[in-house]
C-alpha cells in the first residue's frame, strides 16, 4: 500500500496553528491487524504502520519517499481563508443574520 503524505490540519480543540506548518509521511500497514486469541487485542506485526516522519517541506518528503524506494500519494491541504470577525459583530445594528436566541 502506498504511503501518504499530507499536510496535517489542525484539531477542533487547537485554536493556533501549531504543527500543521510541517509535512507528514505516514506509512500504511502491509498486513491486516489480527485478534489475540488469549486476550482479545488488536494487534499486527507490522511495524510500517506505526512509524510516522515529519518534514520541513513537501519537496523533502517526496525526496525521501523516491530515495527508499516507497510509493506515495500526495494530498494537497485546502487553503482556508482567515476569518476576521469579532465578538462585537454579533451584536451591531446591521447585522445581516436572524438572532437564534
Not at 13 to 41: F, N, Y
Request: proline content about 6%; hydrophobic content about 35%.
Amino acid at each position: 500500500m502506498p504511503a501518504l503524505i499530507f499536510k496535517p490540519a489542525r484539531s477542533a480543540m487547537q485554536s493556533g496553528t501549531a504543527r500543521t506548518e510541517e509535512w507528514v509521511l505516514e506509512q500504511q500497514a502491509v498486513t491486516p491487524r489480527e485478534i489475540d486469541p488469549l486476550m482479545g487485542w488488536t494487534s499486527t506485526r507490522d511495524m510500517a504502520g506505526e512509524v510516522t516522519l515529519t518534514f520541513a517541506t513537501k519537496e523533502e518528503a517526496i525526496a525521501y519517499a523516491e530515495r527508499n524506494g516507497i510509493t506515495y500519494v500526495l494530498s494537497e491541504p485546502q487553503v482556508r481563508k482567515p476569518v476576521r470577525k469579532s465578538y462585537s459583530d454579533n451584536f451591531k445594528f446591521g447585522r445581516v443574520g436572524s438572532w437564534t436566541h
